[in-house]
């Protein structure tokens, strides 16, 4: 069974990466450019064609998702709308690493707390754990079906102590499903194991 860590904490401010990693940037409208990026802040993201030409920022409206490629492995990353009340008529995009794709997709966004930064170019270290970006000390866990238009924030992860009631969420979202709702109220799941719930519930679950 895989295992997901927390993160230490870390309160210094990033600094710029200057690593780049070869990299697939893909828009809604079905085009993509490949090229490498060494730096990813929120949502935009430093971008050059030729690995030792000048980056440029891009910014994530009309992007849909980034394929970047490390001697570690491939990272997915999605543009991914979120409502924080789901009556609210505004949304927001975050940029996060698929985990898991299925009948239900697991994401995470990695990021520092304390610094203002998320999705920093250190993530392309991946030496710590390959979803957890490397210097970050926090993480939101969001799920999506194919068929929803919106993620859903399952909890938080890391060294903050505010955070979505896991259990509570968790139960909510997978009630289709009584036997991994069980699971999850036992306590057999919690958020240090999403991956493997995810998983559960996209193959045992109808």
Request: proline share 0%; hydrophobic share 30%.
């Amino acid at each position: 069974m895989r295992k997901y860590f927390f993160l230490f904490l870390v309160f210094a401010t990033i600094q710029i990466y200057s690593q780049s990693n070869k990299a697939t940037i893909f828009y809604k409208n079905g085009d993509s450019i490949q090229g490498y990026i060494n730096r990813i802040n929120y949502d935009d993201v430093k971008f050059s064609k030729q690995k030792k030409g000048k980056y440029k920022w891009i910014k994530s409206d009309g992007l849909d998702k980034l394929i970047i490629y490390s001697e570690n492995g491939i990272q997915e990353r999605h543009y991914l709308e979120y409502k924080k009340k789901k009556n609210s008529k505004k949304s927001k995009t975050r940029l996060a690493i698929l985990v898991v794709k299925g009948k239900v997709n697991y994401y995470i966004e990695p990021y520092n707390f304390g610094s203002g930064f998320r999705n920093d170019g250190k993530s392309f270290g991946m030496s710590q754990n390959f979803y957890y970006d490397k210097g970050f000390n926090q993480a939101s866990l969001y799920v999506k079906r194919n068929n929803e238009k919106y993620i859903t924030l399952l909890s938080t992860s890391g060294q903050v102590v505010f955070s979505k009631n896991f259990k509570k969420t968790a139960s909510e979202y997978f009630k289709d499903c009584k036997v991994l709702v069980s699971k999850i109220e036992s306590g057999y799941y919690k958020k240090a194991n999403v991956t493997e719930m995810v998983e559960f519930y996209n193959e045992e679950c109808r």
